[in-house]
């Protein structure tokens, strides 16, 4: 059982159908096969259970198939307010947990609060400070792109 990760969670599928474990290699495989409703299903079952890991969906290349259905971006949305709720209250956020929200108001389309808070990431000064820049500027050139396309107001 320990000889892997694959091997770790395959064997917690096998022993614990209905754990987290379990319900988010489903929805991997559904994903995979395209079945939107079905990974839905399965990762609000995960989600039940504790999963809430919006960086894995927005990054794991298995849920490109189902990315534009219509309760993917639910639930994407619905981890992105979550993620939003509870590190806006860290009194003191490092420069990670700036990231963060900023990643989660990126998913809801708030590209401006986005830049805020990667800008006060960069003010913070961390270990990541040259990632915060190289972010930076790929919100505002993504915002002066955003607004290029607005059509003009007389």
Request: glycine share 6%; proline share 4%; net charge negative.
């Amino acid at each position: 059982v320990w000889r892997s990760g694959f091997t770790m969670m395959a064997d917690a599928e096998k022993h614990y159908p209905a754990g987290m474990a379990a319900q988010t290699r489903i929805a991997h495989r559904l994903a995979l096969a395209g079945d939107a409703e079905g990974a839905v299903a399965a990762l609000l079952a995960a989600r039940a259970r504790g999963y809430n890991r919006l960086d894995h969906l927005l990054s794991e290349q298995s849920y490109d198939r189902i990315r534009n259905s219509p309760q993917f971006k639910t639930l994407v949305g619905d981890l992105a307010r979550e993620w939003i709720e509870r590190y806006e209250q860290i009194e003191a956020p490092d420069q990670f947990e700036y990231r963060v929200m900023a990643q989660a108001y990126i998913v809801l389309d708030d590209l401006e609060t986005a830049i805020h808070k990667i800008e006060a990431g960069i003010e913070v000064a961390g270990p990541i400070t040259e990632e915060l820049t190289d972010d930076l500027a790929d919100l505002l050139r993504l915002k002066r792109i955003r607004e290029s396309r607005l059509p003009d107001r007389p």
